[in-house]
T-cell receptor, first 115, second 114 residues
Framework: EAQVTQNPRYLITVTGKKLTVTCSQN?????MSWYRQDPGLGLRQIYY???????DKGDVPEGYKVSRKEKRNFPLILESPSPNQTSLYFC??????????????FGPGTRLTVL | AQSVSQHNHHVILSEAASLELGCNYS??????LFWYVQYPGQHLQLLLK??????LVKGIKGFEAEFIKSKFSFNLRKPSVQWSDTAEYFC????????????FGGGTRVLVKP
């Protein structure tokens, strides 16, 4: 089944403890992206990747890192999480990096709470 | 920078009522427009999209949306809602910048009472 998967789905952690949220897609998509969803603000893009080893900042990149060593994986790293990073995170992918005609496919979401 | 606004944060209506959700964007060039739906506890799913051609777009589950370029709007409609349409609805715009970047509106929570 074609899908985007994220792990973990739920995570409660403490301030300053490094964590990684994994994202994987099995559709051979070039483009991948991370969003955070906060009430009343919709989804805001954190980072995106046009292809392997190519990543760039979105609208709210502060406090996050990403890497794209393989086409299928796009992990989100929080080196020193803070309470303002408590949010619902979505990974998304789409087929082609340069076309705006692509639908983005979303993962199931990761609910992160930072105490 | 492009932005998207959804006028209603919460909508409550009864089954069989008609639904219209407003969406306006700020970008003067060519845009691609999307409506996504998020059912409780689930991930976002695409309802419909507009790239070009007929400005009245039909999507899944009886939804449609009309692109009015002069008003920078892309409103979502459904003539008769069901309880199962209870969800959060997001309008999104891609204006060609940075490849596939989507800018989302703040979302509208729709509650359909049985």
């Amino acid at each position: 089944e074609a899908q985007v998967t994220q792990n973990p789905r739920y995570l409660i952690t403490v301030t300053g403890k490094k964590l990684t949220v994994t994202c994987s897609q099995n559709m051979n998509h070039e483009y991948m992206s991370w969003y955070r969803q906060d009430p009343g603000l919709g989804l805001r893009q954190i980072y995106y990747s046009m292809n392997v080893e190519v990543t760039d900042k979105g609208d709210v990149p502060e406090g996050y890192k990403v890497s794209r060593k393989e086409k299928r994986n796009f992990p989100l790293i929080l080196e020193s999480p803070s309470p303002n990073q408590t949010s619902l995170y979505f990974c998304a992918s789409s087929p082609h990096r340069s076309s705006s005609y692509n639908e983005q496919f979303f993962g199931p979401g990761t609910r992160l709470t930072v105490l | 920078a492009q932005s998207v606004s959804q006028h209603n944060h919460h909508v409550i209506l009864s089954e069989a009522a008609s639904l219209e959700l407003g969406c306006n964007y700020s970008y003067g060039g060519t845009v691609n427009l999307f409506w996504y739906v998020q059912y409780p506890g689930q991930h976002l799913q695409l309802l419909l999209k507009y790239f070009s051609g007929d400005p009245l777009v039909k999507g899944i589950k009886g939804f449609e949306a009309e692109f009015i370029k002069s008003k920078f709007s892309f409103n979502l409609r459904k003539p008769s809602v069901q309880w199962s349409d209870t969800a959060e609805y997001f309008c999104a715009v891609n204006a060609g910048a940075a490849g596939n970047k989507l800018t989302f509106g703040g979302g509208t929570r729709v509650l359909v009472k049985p």
